[in-house]
């Protein structure tokens, strides 16, 4: 379990690690208690934007990836989520629709948890309150930080400071490989890496063959492994006319 003590003596999440790792064997075993598992496969929506909502979901296994829908019907990326994570669970504390879609990468099992249990395990277990609170917080500063890199940083230097945010999150979950290579965990595309950039899939392509020229990734498909991750942390730091940036 990922745990970090707080200022006061508790244990309060650890900022790498998900909601699930946060919390303590009686808290899970609540939680398991309140709800049941499921099994979706590839593309399964795990949540619909603009449902009510009157479930939340935990992440166990497998990778999902959020979306939002915009009047003109053209998905955007907005994030991934994997085990461990907490997803859909803001409509259903919010007391609204649903504000983006959940759809399953590949493989996912989840425990899903009725609106009415988990507030009730909330109201039972009120550090846990503590806990949600601090994974809205983080996913709103990782929301400014990926504007703040879409204003700032173009073509492979934008790509390259998604990779190495994606390839943190990934050693999260699984060990480096020989040299400390990182493999991308999450299954996305080029088309799908595109919109979380707001770029073209040829966009993508073009920035991964001078990420590939750089020696910092290799790639398969659906597959891309971060083979120099403190190399690629210096090329996204680096300024765009030195990253070898093109215009998007």
């Known amino acids: 379990m990922s745990e970090r003590t707080g200022s006061r003596g508790g244990v309060a999440a650890d900022p790498g690690g998900g909601f699930w790792d946060a919390l303590d064997e009686p808290e899970r075993a609540a939680l398991r208690g309140a709800g049941r598992t499921r099994t979706y496969q590839p593309r399964a929506p795990l949540c619909y934007q603009g449902d009510d909502s009157d479930h ?41 629709e649903r504000s983006a879609t959940v759809q399953a990468l590949d493989r996912v099992r989840a425990l899903i948890v009725p609106a009415a249990r988990f507030t009730a395990f909330l109201d039972a277990h009120p550090r846990v ?51 400390g290579a990182i493999a991308i965990a999450p299954p996305l595309s080029q088309e799908e890496l595109g919109s979380w950039m707001d770029a073209s899939r040829e966009t993508v392509a073009r920035a991964l063959s001078t990420l590939r020229r750089e020696g910092l990734v290799s790639t398969g498909w659906r597959k891309i492994t971060v083979v120099d991750p403190a190399g690629l942390r210096a090329f996204a730091r680096s300024p765009d006319d030195q990253a070898g940036s093109f215009t998007l």
Not at 129 to 139: D, E
Request: glycine share 10%; hydrophobic share 45%.
């Open 56 to 96: 939340i979901i935990i992440i166990e296994t497998g990778w999902a990836k959020v979306s939002y829908a915009g009047e003109d019907g053209r998905a955007v990326v907005l994030a991934v989520r994997g085990p461990g994570d907490l997803v859909c669970e803001s409509a259903v504390l919010g007391r609204r």
């Open 129 to 179: 309150w503590l806990l949600v609170s601090g994974t809205f917080v983080r996913r709103l500063d990782d929301a400014d930080r990926r504007l703040q890199a879409h204003v700032s940083a173009q073509g492979a230097r934008r790509l390259a400071i998604l990779l190495a945010e994606l390839a943190d999150l990934s050693a999260r979950h699984a060990s480096p490989g020989p040299g």
